[in-house]
Structures are given as structure tokens and as C-alpha cells.
């Protein structure tokens, strides 16, 4: 089995929709890496994944908003559509099995590390997590 995992942010407001009567939260998470170059230059490249997360549970879409850094375990699939110009297409996503919260955004941008971890997966681990 392959297993991917990934630390980042969210690029945008996670989404909903209604698939075969299941309701899939789809978001894209960034990683970007930084490190200095052989002249001493400071060099970052950002990876964009695409994530697909099978959930029926509404009360997590609140949580799930551009800037939230998260902590998510999956596998890769393949979505498969057509675009506007009605070519078929392939996307690589990542079947999320697993998300963590690992602080706001208000806590990352003012550079102040996040003070807890709330599992998604595991509603016992916080009392303060609606679900």
C-alpha cells in the first residue's frame, strides 16, 4: 500500500458535494520547502496536493478554511473528468484517511506556534471540537 502524508496549509475554503449519495469535502493543501542554494542563495519551491476526504460530517467544514494548517494521511487516487473543452483528464489526488488540525491561521500568521492538535479522527482527544 502506498500512504501519503503532508504538513501545510490550505489553499482555499474547502468544498462539498454530493457523490453516489456521499457527501466528499475537497480541498488543496500547500507545502513549500525552503534551503539555500551552493552559492549561499535562499531558494523555496511550493507542491500543491489536491485532496479528496469521504466524510459525512457537516461540522468540520467550518474548520476547514484557507490558511488552516493541517496534518493529512491518505492514498493516491485518480479523478477523472472533462474539462471545459470537453477533453478528458486525469488528476492525481490524494484519498484523505486521516486530518489534523494543527492551529488557526490567526495563531501561524502572528508566528506563534499552534497550542494544540485536534484529531478529526478521534473527537475524544478535544472537548472543545464541536464533532
Not at 80 to 95: F, K, L, W
Not at 98 to 125: E, H, V, Y
Request: hydrophobic share 30%.
Amino acid at each position: 500500500m502506498t500512504k501519503l502524508q503532508i504538513i501545510g496549509n490550505l489553499g482555499g475554503d474547502a468544498t462539498t458535494n454530493i457523490v453516489n449519495s456521499k457527501q466528499v469535502i475537497n480541498f488543496s493543501v500547500c507545502h513549500t520547502e525552503k534551503w539555500k542554494d551552493a552559492t549561499g542563495q535562499q531558494k523555496e519551491k511550493s507542491f500543491w496536493v489536491s485532496c479528496a476526504w469521504w466524510n459525512d460530517s457537516h461540522n468540520v467544514i467550518p474548520y476547514l478554511k484557507k490558511g488552516q494548517q493541517i496534518f493529512a494521511e491518505g492514498i493516491p487516487d485518480v479523478r477523472n473528468y472533462t474539462d471545459a473543452r470537453g477533453q478528458s483528464v486525469a488528476q492525481q489526488i490524494m484519498r484523505v484517511t486521516s486530518l489534523n488540525l494543527l492551529g488557526s491561521p490567526k495563531q501561524q500568521s502572528s508566528g506563534q506556534p499552534a497550542s494544540q492538535t485536534d484529531n478529526i479522527n478521534n473527537p475524544a482527544t478535544n472537548d472543545d471540537v464541536p464533532f
